[in-house]
């Protein structure tokens, strides 16, 4: 009987043992395999891009895209003008587009809050083209007619705000004559109509191609750096909120790889310039090559996006508040800016 029982003894010792050996070999599997990392889901995203600076930096996403070496799947639209796409971002069948900045804050009060500044993506095209070489500083203006686009939109306001801020009164000064179309603005420059205009880029570096005599007198850009604390940020890219509450992780993906597009475009410029007249953003490679680094192509977010805009946007709504939709935009519109 004793033998019996040293024997059961000595057997459930023997299992005890294994099963401890076999509980710590289970828990150092368990803690030797590593986590499963969650798997990125992209998604079909409808993007519309104008044709111009606002769109050059969207030039290396559309044709990663098109190779299928992006997150998400997207399909784009390249718009000639911001009212063809600012219904379509209002009613949702655009997902993201880019438009100019003052347009933004109007869709953002028209629209009662329900769109968001996601990014900046270009600052001041502006330029002050000349006939001739009189014009050295912003008073060597006093006294001219300066031919413009864009009455009532950026350029008009961006104009009177650096006049002013010179010395100059821009209704006494100066005359202002606005043109609609830029063919109108090439035309006067080059028949010698007009001795003084406010161009955009790329139209400012196509223009001084077409007459030995026209010079580039000065850059707004630089000229607003020396009289304000703000930033000239006229293009960004929009959302509804909607979208991207129910996106945000695809929405952020987005603005990633939109931010290495826009690196991609100031670093590498005759690629991109080539990106360029592919995608019809700029006519021909060799006018992009050259307009390109006078186009303040620039990624901005956040809270450096709501800081620099906000000031731009002051002097906008000072000048005409409905340029602006009528009011200064609230905190949420500005996208990570908290």
């Known amino acids: ?11 459930l010792a023997v299992v005890l043992a294994l099963s401890l050996v076999g509980c710590g070999t ?5 803690e030797s395999e590593p986590e ?20 050059v930096g969207m030039t290396r996403l559309m044709e990663q895209s098109a190779e299928k070496k992006t997150a998400n799947n997207y399909t784009f639209t390249v718009a000639t003008a911001p009212d063809e796409i600012s219904g379509k971002i209002l009613t949702g069948e655009l997902n993201i587009a880019s438009v100019p900045t003052n347009l933004a804050a109007k869709l953002y009060k028209k629209s009662e809050g329900k769109i968001t500044m996601l990014a900046v993506n270009t600052l001041s095209v502006l330029s002050i083209i000349e006939n001739g070489d009189s014009v050295k500083t912003v008073a060597d203006l006093k006294g001219k007619t300066i031919y413009s686009t864009g009455e009532g939109s950026n350029p008009e306001y961006i104009l009177k705000y650096v006049l002013t801020s010179n010395g100059l009164d821009p209704e006494k000064d100066v005359t202002i004559k606005f043109v609609t179309e830029n063919d109108e603005l090439t035309a006067a420059l080059i028949s010698g109509n007009a ?16 007459k030995e005599t026209l010079t580039r007198a000065l850059s707004l850009y630089d000229e607003w750096n020396k009289i ?25 993906k987005f603005l990633e790889e939109y931010n290495e597009s826009i690196n991609f475009v100031n670093s590498n410029v005759d690629d991109a310039a080539t990106l360029c007249e592919k995608y019809e953003i700029i006519p021909a490679a060799a006018v992009a090559k050259a307009a390109i680094p006078n186009c303040n192509i620039k990624y901005v977010d956040g809270k450096e996006m709501k800081t620099s805009i906000e000031g731009y946007f002051k002097v906008l709504f000072d000048a005409d508040p409905t340029s602006i939709g009528g ?6 519109f500005y996208y990570n800016a908290d």
């Open 228 to 252: 304000s604390d703000s930033k000239i940020m006229m293009g960004c890219v929009v959302a509804l909120k909607s979208y991207v509450e129910q996106n945000k992780e695809q929405v952020d």
């Open 36 to 55: 499963k990392a969650e798997t990125y889901v992209g998604t079909d995203m409808s993007v519309a891009c104008l044709k111009g600076p606002t769109g």
């Open 327 to 332: 009011g200064m935009p609230g905190a949420d």
């Open 26 to 30: 289970q828990n150092e599997v368990a």
């Open 1 to 11: 009987m004793k033998k019996t029982v040293k024997i059961l003894s000595l057997i």
């Open 195 to 210: 001795d003084v205009a406010l161009v955009p880029e790329p139209l400012a570096t196509t223009i001084l191609t077409k």
